[in-house]
């Protein structure tokens, strides 16, 4: 299953950004692209992908690991 997470890069961040990356590892889909959000993709921030097994999904969900 592939996973996704918001990356803050070093920038000042808009409130959007910053609840995307505290939300931790989710679902990929679940994950809004860069410039959905109210900075517009100007706060520099990035997408983490990751797959891991079906079985592991419990472990990562919501972690920032």
Do not use: F, M
């Not at 890069?9 to 860069?34: K, L, M």
């Amino acid at each position: 299953i592939l996973l996704g997470r918001r990356v803050l890069g070093a920038a000042e961040h808009c409130d959007d950004c910053v609840t995307y990356a505290n939300q931790g590892w989710q679902p990929i889909e679940s994950v809004p692209i860069i410039g959905d959000s109210q900075c517009d993709g100007n706060c520099r921030c990035s997408t983490e992908q990751r797959e891991v097994l079906a079985e592991e999904l419990d472990q990562w969900i919501g972690t920032k690991r």
